[in-house]
């Protein structure tokens, strides 16, 4: 089993469509949870760290459940813009390393 | 300008050719790593470093060397490529205090005939 798992996709929405997606992760003693955004042929960049208490930013909600080990990302009103891949990335207790997921694919259409 | 930057960004060799990858990064940063990237597969780490004159094996250290005599500078080797090794190199660097952001360089992509 993977440490960090995520479906890859492709999830194909229109435009202004709501999306979540999840991210379990299998070891108990992971401490930070982060999101990134990928886009095709670039590097991977942050889009939000996530917090015990769940995280918004703007159109963007984070939420962690450490009882069922994942976390989640749900974006409301989808644009164009948003077409890419996002990769979650978790960090264990006393590690600087981050364990990534292979990334789910979102297609915003018109 | 705050970035990684790697070199070459493309690079297409022949088996047993050793090869460097460059990466630097202008943050002051003392944390760095290098990652390939390969489809299904996601970002595996190969190498890090917390510090100069400080490096550890990642999940797939095979076939790779790294040093870090300078804080700056990260290059990733490998002194005899093998086709498995054709992927996508991601070079990343962070702070060990405060932000746990970690920011990648723009990616190499290799290929290994």
């Known amino acids: 089993r993977k440490e960090v798992e995520q479906d890859p996709g492709p999830f194909n929405v229109p435009e202004g469509a709501t999306v979540a997606f999840n991210c379990t992760y299998s070891?108990?003693?992971?401490?930070?949870f982060f999101w990134y955004r990928q886009d095709c042929r670039k590097e991977p960049k942050l889009l939000m760290s996530?917090?015990?208490s769940g995280n918004e930013d703007g159109r963007f909600t984070a939420q962690l459940n450490r009882a069922s080990q994942y976390i989640s990302l749900l974006i409301r009103d989808s644009k164009l813009s948003d077409s890419a891949t996002y990769l979650c990335?978790?960090?264990?207790?006393?590690?600087?390393?981050?364990?990534f997921g292979s990334g789910t694919r979102l297609q915003v259409q018109p | 300008e705050a970035q990684v930057t790697q070199n070459p960004r493309y690079l297409i060799t022949v088996t047993g050719k050793k090869l460097t990858v460059t990466c630097s990064q202008n943050?002051?940063?003392?944390?760095m790593s290098w990652y390939r990237q390969d489809p299904g597969l996601g970002l595996r780490q190969i190498y890090y470093?917390?510090?100069?004159?400080?490096?550890d094996k990642g999940d797939v250290p095979e076939g790779y060397k790294v040093s870090r005599k300078e804080k700056r500078n990260f290059p990733l080797i490998l002194e005899s490529p093998s086709p498995n090794q054709t992927s996508l190199y991601f070079c990343?660097?962070?702070?060990?205090?405060?932000?746990?952001?970690?920011?990648f360089g723009p990616g190499t992509r290799l290929t290994v005939l």
């Open positions: 470093s917390m510090n100069v004159e400080v490096t």
């Open positions: 996530v917090y015990s």
């Open positions: 943050m002051n940063h003392e944390y």
């Open positions: 070891n108990s003693a992971s401490q930070s």
């Open positions: 990343a660097s962070s702070s060990l205090a405060g932000t746990n952001e970690q920011f």
């Open positions: 990335a978790v960090k264990e207790t006393g590690r600087r390393a981050l364990t």
